[in-house]
Nanobody
């Protein structure tokens, strides 16, 4: 009933930029938090950035000052602007959203399929 689709990943040189998009669709009554996570080979999935429906944001220390999360609530879409990329940013990036569906009373967590970001040195 709810789908999240990420786009915008790719291969970029160190110091470059990418902009990721996450579009949510389906039987959506309200989206609470939307966030970006990433998972590098051999490592656990980690939180990158989160944005609440009220506009508050939080970032991992490793990306503060370089990444910016934003939302277009009318389009049920979140973005992650990534500047000054480093090789250690290489990972699969996943979108997550806590969604209240029509007919439901509680939010459920949903994940996108992921998009690969590779930063060369």
């Amino acid at each position: 009933q709810v789908q999240l689709v990420e786009s915008g990943g790719g291969l970029v040189q160190a110091g470059g930029s990418l902009r990721l998009s996450c579009a949510a669709s389906g039987s959506i009554f309200r989206i609470n938090d939307m966030g970006w996570y990433r998972q590098a080979p051999g490592k656990q999935r980690e939180l990158v950035a989160v944005a609440t429906s009220g506009g508050d944001t939080n970032y991992a220390d490793s990306v503060k000052g370089r990444f910016t999360i934003s939302r277009d609530n009318a389009k049920n879409t979140a973005y992650l602007q990534m500047d000054n990329l480093k090789p250690e940013d290489t990972a699969v990036y996943y979108c997550n959203a806590r969604v209240v569906r029509y007919g439901d009373l509680i939010p459920r967590s949903h994940w996108g399929q992921g998009t690969q970001v590779t930063v060369s040195s």
